[in-house]
């Protein structure tokens, strides 16, 4: 009976260190906060175009990474380059790097537009 106790005891307390231990890398994950948006794109019609509408943009300063709003973003530029650039535009055309090495907490997102 002893010996039951011991392992349920040692079950929770492993439990209880995994389930703490991994809820505190979710929160860290979701700390790095949106801080710079820039366009890389050869075309310069297409650039303009990109920077006359980013008002319009689904990335918002101080926003946690995530993968919907990537998305969002992507098909929102190709919906635009396509309707005022060219009607063949492929969404494969349309990239992001994230780079995370700015500061403490921070990114910055690059939107790479190839034509």
Same mark, same amino acid.
């Given at each position: 009976m002893k010996t039951l106790k011991l392992i349920f005891a040692l079950l929770t &307390?492993?439990?209880? &260190?995994?389930?703490?231990s991994s809820k505190q890398a979710t929160a860290y994950e979701n700390d790095y906060k949106l801080d710079t948006i820039e366009y890389n794109v050869k075309d310069s019609s297409i650039k303009d175009l990109l920077y006359s509408h980013m008002d319009k943009t689904k990335f918002k300063?101080?926003?946690? &990474?995530?993968?919907s709003t990537f998305i969002k973003e992507r098909k929102r530029i190709v919906k635009l380059i396509r309707k005022n650039k060219n009607p063949d535009f492929s969404i494969d055309n349309v990239s992001f790097e994230i780079d995370t090495t700015l500061s403490k907490n921070k990114f910055s997102v690059t939107t790479i537009v190839k034509q």
């Open positions: &307390i492993t439990c209880f &260190i995994n389930c703490s300063k101080g926003q946690s &990474i995530n993968e």
